[in-house]
């Protein structure tokens, strides 16, 4: 249907509510509104018709209220009112400046409508206006309690800075990448920066588009408080209990718990088998003074435990060159003696911690700069002063069950 028949068929108009699902309670928190148009005896979305920018904005403006208070009308009879997410388009809202949203809000508040349970979602990346003014709506806005969401983060470019702006409630980041196989690891590593900063400005993680299992397993994994998609429960014209999916749920998160608590414990099996292994090798080569030479020695003997070794001092500046394992052979690289690494992420941090418990730690999984390739790094106190750096390859992780 072109924009023309929507308008003439307005009565054919009608809301649609996908569930979202909280991860604490395993319930329906919440409902997100979704346009939809009976056409030849079913629904159709009305996505398309909304994301039309050729479209007059009137149009556009007079459909998404119409759902707006079909919905609202249904919300005020409920006993207890779930959150209600509506989308908005942020350049149409800044028309009027939000007022003509504000007062519909206000009318069914006189109503019964619990402002903190409505949850205004925006798209950031397509709004072309100021983002100060912009800013100074949402910042209105909450003084009413009404929430915001940043939506459709991870499926376009999104301005981290322009986020951290708007300061949102919830960041809504679709997981449908997931599911194409060339999704590569800086897509994951973008969301990885997507949770940092959510925690860093207080906002909660919502995972939409969430069609599988395996979704499902990595938005739990990756602090998702919120979950909706396919797999948990389409959109409906009806709202659903609250409890629809509370053993399911609960079930599929055991078997989360249980499958990253067994991960944790090969992390830890490992850090403990090189603080022995290092403890006794150190002991034996205890007479070297030389760096260069003690990183040698200790390569020859961790066999495929690793690629790189180095040493540092506590205030992150290499006491040794690099010795680094290519084609199976080991070499001396003097260019890397004194670089300082202070700067990297954790450095400071993992020392203090060896400082006090006089043991080497085990690093997260991250991607290493020079290789590109999934890495940990095992480090290791020497002394009151010095440090050994082990960097651990992929093809060891891979073929260690729990460490990747």
Known sequence: MDALEIMTNLHLVAPFYQAVFSADEH?????????????????????PFFHDEAIPEEYRIEVDDLLLHMALDHFITLDKQPYIFMN???????????????????????????????????????????????????TYYRTYGIKIAVDNIGKESSNFDRIGLLNPDILKIDLKELLKTTTGQAYHDVLYSISLLARKIGATLL????????????????????????????????????????????????HFIQHEKKKLFSVYDLSEQLNIKLQGLVQKYKKVDNYNELITYL???????????????????????NIIKEEEKWSLKEEYYMKNWSWRPYFLENIVRMKYNKKGILSDLY????????????????NEKDYLFIDIPYEFLFEHDGLL
């Open 88 to 138: 908005r388009d942020a350049n149409l809202l800044m028309i009027d400046h939000g007022e003509s949203l504000l007062n519909l809000l206000l009318k069914y508040q006189d109503k019964g409508l619990i402002l903190n349970k409505v949850v205004i979602e925006l798209t950031e990346h397509n709004f072309i206006g100021d983002l100060e003014r912009l800013n100074h709506l949402i």
């Open 207 to 254: 995972y939409e588009d969430v069609e599988t299992l395996f979704q499902l397993q990595y938005a739990w994994k990756n602090g998702g408080r919120y979950y909706q998609g396919y797999f948990l429960h389409k959109p409906s014209s009806e709202l659903v209990c609250d409890e629809v999916m509370k053993e399911k749920l609960k079930e599929e998160t055991l």
């Open 299 to 321: 390569s020859q003997n961790l066999g495929e435990l690793s690629f790189r070794l180095y040493v540092c001092d506590d205030y992150g500046f290499q006491q040794s060159a």
């Open 27 to 47: 319930k329906v928190v919440g409902y997100e509104v979704l346009g939809r148009i009976k056409y030849e005896d079913e629904y159709k979305s009305l996505g």
């Open 367 to 382: 991607s290493d700069v020079e290789s590109g390739e999934n890495i940990r790094t095992f480090s290791y106190p020497l």
